[in-house]
């Protein structure tokens, strides 16, 4: 059974950075892309960054220069460093992943950065 743990969120001051840590059990995680996505509350979630099974990144136009997403298969784990953060209504930053069972999700890690 695929579990996905999120770790590392908090407040921020702006301009500070957090890195957020996502660990990936039940799969054969190397194969596969693992997805950040943040949702605000009354907001849709957003597609924040991606990391292919080959170490191939993606990302949010707003934080492309800002946030790095990297992958640790050895460990299972997928880190997002966001640095120079920005005031924002706080958001869930959450992981998924998907194969050929469904999609999975953790429960996320909050990420507030006050004004």
């Known amino acids: 059974q695929v579990r996905i743990v999120e770790s590392g969120g908090g407040l921020a001051q702006p301009g500070s950075s957090l890195r957020l840590s996502c660990k990936v059990t039940?799969?054969?995680?190397?194969?596969?892309?693992v997805d950040w996505y943040r949702q605000a509350s009354e907001k849709e979630r957003e597609l924040v960054a991606t990391?292919?099974?080959?170490?191939?990144?993606t990302y949010l136009d707003s934080v492309k220069d800002r946030f790095a997403i990297s992958r640790d298969n050895v460990w299972r784990m997928v880190y997002l460093q966001m640095n120079d953060l920005k005031p924002e209504a706080p958001a869930v930053y959450s992981c998924?992943?998907?194969?050929?069972?469904?999609?999975?999700w953790g429960r996320g890690t909050k990420v507030t950065v006050p004004p």
């Open positions: 998924h992943l998907k194969n050929a069972n469904g999609d999975f």
């Open positions: 990391i292919t099974a080959s170490g191939g990144s």
């Open positions: 039940g799969v054969n995680f190397k194969l596969f892309p």
